[in-house]
């Protein structure tokens, strides 16, 4: 009897470790499927997520072009827009040598004669942002300047004439305008199109010549075979230019930033002739090269203590070509290149 009992107590062990080895093992399964789930999904979540540093997690950047200007307000501060608005596209008018004696600027042309559609075109150094982005570095001063500084640098360089007061009704109107084009861009966020386009640029001096069988063919039409440009009106009415002056002595001084060759064929490259764009270029890098230098090789008002320029010489732009410069080169290579140092 007592080999009976124990065989019955054996089997029951039995049948309790292979019910318990069954339970282990649907365990087992159920864990497995969900490890391969896991492995599955995180294989799925891999393929579809950029985590390569080399590849932009974030969106493209807004450009020039996405952002809608706002309407100008009809009260106190949207009279003050439209003053700005009104001395940047008819700055002679308001500012000039033929409407006021000893005056602020030294020539006829408009800030607009160079940013473009009343500081509004992608890559023709539009004022939207720039509210944002102020102040900042400028290598040319060596030190963080403030928006009216940046301004100011225009009126004695481009314009060929003095600082305005930044507490000027002007200065006020000009900074109100460039803020309304600005509105509701986050501060510090840069935009695509703001600035030139950037060009290849030849690793050779610039050809002269080639640059004035281009200037005829291309730009002569509307500045004039003598590079005078076209009037809006009469001698005299201040009415500034159509097509403004590209050198003479109405024209912007040898110490603007379009006196550089580099910044003068970036500028081109994207907007000129008239109705080019930096996406519908009519120029190639290399047409824009030499026209600019063609450009920049006739004769055009001094900038006074321009050599005072650049504190930090390490920060002097390659096509900066009045001395001193950082190395040994002549003012001819920094003139027309080749640049490639």
């Not at 391969?36 to 540093?53: R, V, W």
Request: aromatic share 8%; with cysteine.
């Amino acid at each position: 009897m007592k080999i009976k009992q124990t065989s019955v107590i054996a089997s029951s062990e039995t049948n309790t470790i292979l019910a318990n080895v069954k339970r282990l093992s649907a365990y087992t399964r159920i864990l497995a499927v969900i490890i391969l789930l896991f492995i599955a999904a995180s294989i799925y979540l891999f393929s579809i997520t950029p985590f390569d540093k080399s590849v932009p997690t974030q969106s493209k950047p807004l450009t020039v072009s996405q952002i809608k200007i706002a309407p100008i307000p009809d009260d106190k501060e949207g009279e003050m827009i439209r003053y700005g608005k009104e001395l940047i596209t008819n700055t002679a008018y308001y500012l000039g040598p033929e409407v006021i004696e000893g005056a602020l600027i030294g020539n006829n042309l408009a800030c607009s004669n160079c940013h473009l559609d009343a500081g509004t075109k992608p890559y023709a150094a539009p004022y939207i942002g720039l509210t944002g982005v102020f102040p900042q570095y400028i290598g040319r001063e060596n030190k963080i300047t403030s928006l009216e500084e940046r301004i100011n640098g225009c009126f004695e360089r481009s314009m060929n004439g003095h600082a305005i007061p930044v507490d000027s009704r002007e200065m006020r109107a000009m900074v109100s305008y460039i803020k309304h084009l600005s509105k509701h861009i986050p501060v510090g966020q840069r935009l695509e199109g703001q600035g030139f386009v950037q060009i290849q640029v030849p690793p050779r001096e610039a050809n002269v010549h080639t640059g004035a069988a281009i200037f005829k063919q291309h730009c002569a039409a509307c500045h004039g075979e003598q590079g005078a440009g076209i009037p809006k009106g009469a001698q005299r009415d201040s009415k500034g230019y159509l097509y403004p002056p590209l050198w003479g002595s109405d024209s912007f001084n040898d110490g603007a930033g379009m006196a550089r060759l580099l910044t003068a064929a970036r500028f081109i490259k994207g907007n000129m002739p008239l109705g080019a764009t930096a996406e519908n270029p009519t120029l190639t890098d290399e047409e824009a090269y030499d026209v600019a230098a063609y450009i920049n090789s006739f004769p055009r008002p001094e900038k006074k203590f321009k050599e005072q320029d650049y504190p930090d010489l390490s920060k002097k732009p390659k096509d900066c070509a009045y001395p001193p410069f950082a190395d040994n080169l002549s003012a001819q290579q920094h003139k027309i290149g080749p640049f490639n140092f």
